[in-house]
Each structure stands twice: as structure tokens, then as C-alpha cells.
């Protein structure tokens, strides 16, 4: 196969994972608020698929363009949802909690939706771009990001727990409301970890590209003031004892500001880190 049949192929999956998704997200609305169990076992089969989709996907794009495919506004959002999916994942076999998907998928569908959007053309990297520093810089990004993500979602879970009428059901696959509030902790703190690693590995890739480590770039701003909330929620919620509604609120909160960080400063401000 050539590099076009390799990025034909990729669209296909691109596009096969996206209906996964989507199947997952309504067999996890369709088991919580209908309250069945085979819809969720569904749900859980369709995000396993979705993330196998997703995987050849990727895998096809960096074949077929001969890179890491992790440069422009396409490959980045849908590596965002693919890091989103993976930690979700893993945090629902961690925790059995099956309910987490009706929250957690919709934030996936949203930016898989604005990842098909953009124009998927493959093309040659700018200087600034060829450095071995992008591997580790923008996968870092797609951990924490997604780790971020699956936080929003549980965070949203936990402020929508008390409108559900609890019975059997709900007392199975809806936690109590302090472990929903531990889940999202751990969520942030694996976020928090990668984002860190983010702005040291930017940094020391804009020192070689650049000549300097930080130069207040629109991104470089923005990612400092999302690492400061999730710093002042951490710092809360050690020293002060932070926990609940919240904590929530800020998680929430957030996660706003990572989605601005990536689609706001590429869309609405002009930045060096605006790749298209």
C-alpha cells in the first residue's frame, strides 16, 4: 500500500470509530436512564471497538503522511478524543463503573464532531515542527487532556447524582457520591501529572526551536492558567479539604479551560502554536 491508500484507509476507520462512539454514547444513555444492563455491557463493547477504530486510524495517518500524526487541528482533536476514550476505559474497568460512559462520551462525540470539521490534509511540517520534542510534547498533551476529560464527565456525573430517584438500579451502578468525588480526584491527578509535562517538554523544544523556553505565546498563557486551576484545586483540596459540589464546580471549570486552551487560542487568536 502507498501513503494515499494508507490515508484512504484512515479516513474510513476515522469515520468507523465515530460511529462506535456514537453507538457507545446512546447504549450508555439508553442503560442509565432506561435502567438496562444489556445496554450497557453494549456501550462498553461499543468504546472497546471505537478505540480499536481509532488506534488503526492513527496508525494509518502516520503512515500514510511519514510522521507522527500529532501536528495540525485535525490530528490533534482526534487524538484528544482518542486519549479521552483510553482513560475512560481503563477508569471503567478500574472502577466498574459503566454509568461514568453516559457523561463521559458525549464530551467525546462533541470534539470527534470538531475533529471531522477540519481539513485533514497532510502537509509539510514547518521547522519548527521537525524535532523528536513533538512526540513527547503533544502525546503528554493527549493524556492529560484526556485524563482531564474522563474528570469533566464524573464531575458532571457527581452534581447530576442527586436528581436521579435512587432504587435498586441506581444503588448498583451509581456509586456514592464520595467515591464519585475520589474518582474525579484521581482523574485531575493524572491530568495534572501529564499537563506538567506538557510545559516542560514545550519548554525545553521552544528553547531548541526558538532559542528561548517561554516567550508568552496565546498557548503557552493559556496552558500556564490551566495548570494554576488545577493547581489551586489540588492545593484546596490538600490543605483546605475541598471536597464535593465544589470541587466538582472547579473540575468543571477546568476542563472549560483546556477545550479554550486547544480550540480557542488555535481558532480565535492568532499563536505560533496555531497549526492548521
Not at 60 to 67: L, N
Not at 109 to 118: F, L, N
Not at 245 to 255: D, H, Q, S, T, V
Request: charged share 15%.
Amino acid at each position: 500500500m502507498d501513503g494515499k491508500s494508507f490515508l484512504t484507509a484512515e479516513s474510513i476507520l476515522f469515520y468507523a470509530a465515530f460511529a462506535a462512539y456514537f453507538l457507545a454514547m446512546a447504549a450508555y444513555l439508553a442503560f442509565l436512564v432506561g435502567k438496562n444492563e444489556t445496554m450497557g455491557k453494549w456501550g462498553s463493547l461499543a468504546a472497546r471497538a471505537g478505540l480499536i477504530f481509532h488506534t488503526l486510524a492513527l496508525v494509518s495517518r502516520g503512515i500514510g503522511a511519514g510522521r507522527v500524526p500529532l501536528t495540525n487541528q485535525y490530528e490533534f482533536a482526534t487524538s484528544f478524543v482518542w486519549g479521552i476514550i483510553l482513560v475512560f476505559i481503563l477508569f471503567e474497568k478500574k472502577y466498574g463503573l459503566r454509568a461514568m460512559g453516559a457523561f463521559v462520551t458525549p464530551v467525546a462525540i462533541v470534539i470527534i464532531g470538531y475533529a471531522a470539521m477540519q481539513n485533514k490534509d497532510v502537509r509539510p511540517l514547518m521547522p519548527a515542527l521537525q524535532s523528536n520534542w513533538l512526540t513527547f510534547h503533544v502525546a503528554t498533551a493527549v493524556v492529560g487532556y484526556g485524563s482531564f476529560g474522563v474528570s469533566f464527565g464524573v464531575s458532571a456525573m457527581y452534581l447530576a447524582r442527586d436528581r436521579f430517584r435512587e432504587d435498586d438500579f441506581l444503588k448498583k451502578h451509581l456509586p456514592p457520591a464520595e467515591r464519585l468525588d475520589m474518582i474525579s480526584y484521581r482523574a485531575v491527578t493524572t491530568g495534572y501529572f501529564f499537563l506538567t509535562l506538557v510545559i516542560i517538554t514545550g519548554a525545553i523544544w521552544a528553547e531548541r526551536a526558538w532559542g528561548r523556553y517561554w516567550a508568552w505565546d496565546p498557548k503557552e498563557t493559556w496552558s500556564l492558567i490551566t495548570w494554576l486551576i488545577y493547581s489551586a484545586y489540588l492545593h484546596m483540596r490538600i490543605s483546605r479539604g475541598w471536597r464535593g459540589r465544589k470541587a466538582a464546580w472547579f473540575c468543571l471549570i477546568g476542563f472549560i479551560c483546556v477545550l479554550f486552551t486547544y480550540v480557542g487560542v488555535n481558532t480565535l487568536i492568532e499563536s505560533i502554536h496555531s497549526y492548521r
